[in-house]
C-alpha cells in the first residue's frame, strides 16, 4: 500500500518561498518515479515538476523553472518542493504523486501515468 503525505504549505508573500515535503511509504527510492503537480480553483490538476527514481534525471514546468527545484532524499523516502520567488499564481493546492517503475531515469509531465497522489498542501501566495 502506498501512502504519500504532503506537508509545508501556507500563506506566503509574493517573493516568499516555501518548502514543501512528501513523507512516502509503500513506494520507494529505486522503484519510484515522483513528481509534484497543483491544482487551483476551478482549473485542471497541472504539471509543476518530476524527478526520476535514481533522483538524476528532473523536469519542470516552464512556469516555474529557474523557481523551482524537485529534489528526493530516498533514504528517508521524500520528496521535496523548493519554491523561490513566489507569485500569485502559485497558488494552488500542491499534490505529491508517484508511480512505479523499473526504468531508473522514467519521468512524466502527464497526470496519467501517476497511481498513488496524496491528499494534497495549500499554498496561497498574496501579492
Known amino acids: 500500500q502506498v501512502q504519500l503525505v504532503e506537508s509545508g504549505g501556507g500563506l506566503v508573500q509574493a517573493g516568499g518561498s516555501l518548502r514543501l515535503s512528501c513523507a512516502a511509504s509503500?513506494?520507494?527510492?529505486?522503484?519510484?518515479?515522483m513528481g509534484w503537480f497543483r491544482q487551483a480553483p476551478e482549473k485542471e490538476r497541472e504539471f509543476v515538476a518530476a524527478?526520476?527514481?535514481?533522483?538524476?534525471?528532473?523536469t519542470y514546468a516552464d512556469s516555474v523553472k529557474g523557481r523551482f527545484t524537485i529534489s528526493r532524499d530516498n533514504a528517508k523516502n521524500s520528496l521535496y518542493l523548493q519554491m523561490y520567488s513566489l507569485k500569485p499564481e502559485d497558488t494552488a493546492v500542491y499534490y505529491c504523486?508517484?508511480?512505479?517503475?523499473?526504468?531508473?531515469?522514467?519521468?512524466?509531465?502527464?497526470?496519467?501515468?501517476?497511481?498513488?497522489w496524496g491528499q494534497g498542501t495549500e499554498v496561497t501566495v498574496s501579492s
Open positions: 504523486a508517484a508511480k512505479s517503475v523499473h526504468n531508473m531515469f522514467y519521468t512524466s509531465s502527464s497526470v496519467r501515468p501517476y497511481n498513488y
Open positions: 509503500g513506494c520507494t527510492g529505486s522503484n519510484c518515479a
Open positions: 524527478i526520476s527514481s535514481s533522483g538524476t534525471i528532473t
